[in-house]
């Protein structure tokens, strides 16, 4: 279930966000989460003595308001807006080519994770198709993937992907218990996508790992037992 724009207020609208600037009042509780999470943000990376060393935190500063913007109007509207995901595209390209300076194989990781992250989100839209004649997700989700891609790298990208469906089945399912949604209801999934990337960004990928691999054992064994 996708929303579509007036075609005059697609990609590349004049104002940009015009669309959703009637939707949204000045939200305090949305600048108090901002200003708790850059303080996070410099408590997790801290501040170097360089620009290069500080570009992780510097890049994931600019992405909080967007990965914020895109739980907002995606639960709101069941969509996440292009020109939002293009931004941070280009956003994420411009730190791929600052990185490209001092190490061209954190650049080529970036844009692996582009592809990874974007690819994995097509082919299950495509597949959910196949399938069931529907999307299983919106292109939306497949674009914001991609984008995110280029921040969190090959590696990365593929631990917000798996945190994300994790996330969104668990929750998905209080939903429904808690009768919020119902079962032809739909839920839209940039949100669960935004709290795999928080997650990603402040745990330490060890422990990240070692979490979803007792998880997945767990699940295993269980399954071997019934």
Do not use: C, W
């Not at 914001?144 to 969104?168: E, H």
Request: avoid cysteine; charge should be positive.
């Amino acid at each position: 279930m996708n929303k579509r724009l007036p075609e005059e207020k697609k990609v590349f609208s004049k104002d940009l966000f015009i669309e959703y600037k009637n939707e949204f009042k000045p939200n305090y509780i949305f600048m108090i989460i901002v200003s708790l999470i850059y303080i996070g943000l410099l408590y997790r990376y801290g501040l170097q003595n360089s620009f290069i060393k500080n570009l992780d935190l510097i890049k994931y500063l600019i992405l909080t308001p967007m990965l914020l913007s895109v739980v907002v109007i995606d639960y709101k509207l069941q969509i996440i807006p292009n020109r939002l995901n293009l931004t941070m595209f280009e956003i994420g390209l411009i730190f791929a080519f600052l990185h490209s300076f001092t190490d061209v194989a954190i650049t080529i990781n970036m844009l692996l994770g582009m592809l990874a992250g974007g690819g994995i989100f097509l082919l299950i839209t495509l597949l959910g198709g196949l399938v069931y004649g529907k999307e299983a997700m919106g292109l939306g989700d497949v674009k914001l993937m991609g984008a995110l891609g280029l921040y969190f790298g090959l590696t990365n990208i593929i631990i917000v992907s798996l945190l994300s469906f994790l996330i969104g089945a668990i929750l998905s399912i209080l939903l429904l218990l808690f009768k919020i949604k119902k079962m032809d209801e739909y839920i839209p999934f940039g949100p669960f996508i935004v709290i795999g990337a928080f997650i990603t960004i402040f745990v330490p990928y060890s422990i990240i790992v070692n979490i979803l691999l007792n998880i997945f054992t767990v699940g295993l064994y269980s399954r071997n037992r019934s």
